[in-house]
């Protein structure tokens, strides 16, 4: 505005100028009059060019003293009106704030007035940076979280994920784009165990990517280790020991960090064909290359041997190698003693004789002589069984087990006589198809009904659906996800959430065809699984498939009694038991008609019989 001084009058004229903002931040739109030449003076504010008379579209009005009537609480005048400063202030400003805006001050006389026009535009900037924290971590699979932000003027359309491996670049990084703005955490699935990562997250609008959240570096819980060990061989190296050594599983496959082994061996029993009761030996993980000897076996015996690594987390896979024999054994001694005492001091005979003698069983007699002579024997056997037969006789001389005579001229014999003896165990194996330790002690919650809400590149979207809570209410629920080919494995690929939450996002870290199914608990039981949904990720193709489980999930009603469910429990295991019975016997007598060694072992839910001497057993 330019204003020149006539006697008396001052004339001014309109002046503009144009204030650039950026969305959220205040807009100041300068006006002022000399107050201490006019005094106070009543001002307006509108949006729009300045009428003959008020102002257009009013936002503002002050009395010189105080501001008597705004259209917002955004609308503000900072300055100091006692100086003349009638400039406004508008709030967290909105690109819908964006325009013309005038200020009018109502000066005393004709065509007085002061004017001023403001052109304030007001850009839209990306949003905010979000904060990022991890709501819950497991084995293979991490939540993240975070709070809504200021959008910078433009709806939020999409977030970016960004993961990578702690020691890599962010070069090496998978990104996904979720465009859902209403996401506030989302689950990241199949992760490696005991793995550290670095995690990320942008939120993007029209206008552009917000700048990066902090950087989240979660390390995955250990598991158990999923590789056997290595490289295991037997070697014998006596009648009573042999010498076991192996390597640590492949180190993808550790899962963790391995604290120990545990080694189960067992004899074989060639004559009866089968093995008998397993034997423990637990030992720490020290080095790349383990060493151990089983010793206190028994000699020409043929022993299986299994080693499993193990975690804080648990065992894994065993490995195996072939059976192997300890060596034959040696010799053992018979020692025959004759011992003269004569009532003079006359030298002693001592005659010894070796012989090689081995029994399972043994016969001993004792016999004690008053005699004035005798011979002592002495051999001495391993033996497992014995009968014992004593008996006393008054003569001069006897040959017994043991003789003890009171004359000053004595002999003993002692020995044993080998006898047939035979001791059988029979272990059978049989198929395990499911263990549970788990009791029903109330109604659990009807199984929830899941649905899909989108599948959007590596990453799939969720919502289910819930009936009744059972004797108690729901205290969250459990995602259970497996490739399409794959078994069901809870304690390994399994996400929680909490009682209130209704859907969820996962993110695939690797695309594929997968199984989602979801089961619902309260403090008293967990329900039946939900429908099984088909769901394939990743850029081959967004196909998804809803599939319902073979078996209707069973619905729980509080009005039941709870032995309804005992019952279809009972039902359930006694169908496993009949089948599993029905392959065993199957089995065997296939087994009655093999000839050779026999190696038996238990893989995927079967009984199955090789004729080498590898031992195989999971």
Known sequence: MICWDFPHTPVCFVSAETVTVTVGTDAILKCSYDANYYGRLSACWGKGTIPNSGCANEVLKTDGTSVISRLSERYLLMGNLGRGDVSLTIRHAEEQDSGVYGCRVEIPGWFNDQKRHVTLKVNAVPPNQLRIEAR?????????????????GRPITAYRIDIKNKQTPWETKKTTELHDSSLTHVTLVDLSPSKTYNLRVFAI???????????????TKEAAPEGPPLDMQLVALSSSSIKVTWKPPKAELRNGVLRGYNINYREYDAVAKQFKRW????????REQEAVTLVNLKPSTMYGVLIQAKTIAGVGPASNAPLCSTLDEIPKTTTTTTVTTLPSSTAATMRIHFSSVYATSATSTTSTTPSTS????????????ATSRTSTTPSTSATSRTSTTPSSLSTST????????TISTTFYAATVWEQSTASISGVPPDPPVIELKKVDSNSFSLFWNIGSEGDSPITGYFLEYKAVNASWDYTKNAVDFGAHETEAT??????????????????????AASNVLTITTGEAGHQTDILITSMMPYT????????HHLIGIFVAVGLLVVTGAILTTWQLRRLKQKKGTLSIWLGNGEVRYTDCESLHEL
């Open 205 to 219: 609008n029209s206008v552009g990517m917000s700048e990066t959240s902090n950087v989240l570096t979660i390390t």
């Open 506 to 527: 996962i993110i695939e870290m690797n695309p594929s065809t997968y199984n989602v199914r979801m089961f619902a608990k309260n403090s008293q039981a967990t329900s």
């Open 414 to 421: 002692t020995s044993t006589t080998p006898s047939p003896s």
């Open 374 to 385: 005798a011979t002592s024997t002495t051999s001495t056997t391993p033996s497992t069984s």
């Open 279 to 286: 034997q423990y030996l637990n030992v720490a993980a020290t």
């Open 136 to 152: 819950e971590v497991k084995e293979r699979a991490v939540t993240i979280r975070w709070s809504p932000v200021f959008d910078g």
């Open 556 to 563: 729980a009603s509080p009005l039941k009694s709870p032995s």
